[in-house]
């Protein structure tokens, strides 16, 4: 599909888990907001990254497997707090 821009919107993430038992790249921070493992970086760094921000705004390039996966994370969201782009054109793909 190309690139996408995926968010994670902490303030109405309320940790309920499902996205994470989609994919291995969101785990649940300390305080249970979900987080992207975005891939290369360390994650007790990331985790204190994006643990003051309102969104966690990750682009991305994924194979389709791992496309997939981050898709039903978004839709396992009972709260729909998981935000999925096309990276180049803006269009919302998710919810
Ligand atoms: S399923 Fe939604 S509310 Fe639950 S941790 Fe994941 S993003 Fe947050």
Redesign the pocket.
């Known amino acids: 599909m190309g690139k996408l821009k995926v968010v994670?919107d902490r303030i109405i993430?309320?940790?309920?888990?499902?996205?994470?038992e989609e994919t291995d790249m969101i785990e649940?921070d300390k305080k249970h907001?979900?987080v992207f493992l975005e891939p290369g970086k360390d994650k007790q760094q990331l985790f204190k990254e994006v643990e003051e921000k309102k969104k966690q705004v990750v682009e991305i390039e994924l194979p389709i497997d791992k496309e997939e996966e981050i898709f039903r994370a978004a839709e396992?969201?009972?709260?729909d707090?998981?935000f999925i782009y096309d990276a180049e054109t803006g269009e919302q793909l998710y919810p």
């Open positions: 994670i993430c309320e940790g309920i888990g499902p996205c994470a649940l907001k979900a396992a969201c009972p709260v707090a998981i």
